[in-house]
């Protein structure tokens, strides 16, 4: 007898394996939607720059170099971004796509590492442990104070889904055979 026998006689999908594919794909859900985080949280925010002469610029800045504002103001009245938080306009503005490229190098490392930690401690305790990190490092970027704080649990939180996403990809294969 062998295994297509076996699942022949006991069934190939049930409600218990209905309910972990479900719990699997919400899981991978959640680690994609940080895929996803640089559009809703980077986005350009509308600011008016003076300089020392009391000159004013809509959203640009003089010679293209957020220092030559004395006063930087941003209309955050409908809405705030990252780019509002910490300034990231003109010279600057490398610095809100670098999140981005942040996370991925994350994404990156993490999956160089987590996999084969999973092979070693097993896939659903390397799932519960990158769920705990992804939920960490976004409660830390959600309060952080600075650039560097924030790019730093991005990076982290990119470590952390990679290593997710893997192990939920694993769990859901072998649970269809």
Known sequence: MDIDDIFREIGEL??????????L??????AAMHMLQYAFVSF???????DANNETLQNACF????????RLEFDVHSSSSIVSEWGLVCDENWRSKATMSGFMAGVMLGA??????ADRIGRKAN???????ILTFNTVSAFASSYT?????????GVFCAGNILSI?????ELVG
Not at 149 to 157: P, Q
Not at 169 to 173: A, M, Q, S, Y
């Open 149 to 157: 704080l924030y790019l730093t649990a991005k990076f982290c939180v």
């Open 63 to 70: 010679d293209n170099k957020r220092s030559s504002c004395a």
């Open 44 to 50: 350009p925010v509308a600011f008016t720059c003076t």
């Open 25 to 30: 794909c919400l899981l991978n859900l959640y």
């Open 14 to 23: 049930g409600r218990q394996q209905v309910f972990y594919g479900t719990a």
């Open 169 to 173: 990809f694993v769990l859901g294969n």
């Open 127 to 133: 799932m519960t442990l990158t769920t705990i990190g």
């Open 112 to 117: 160089l590492v987590l996999g084969k930690l």
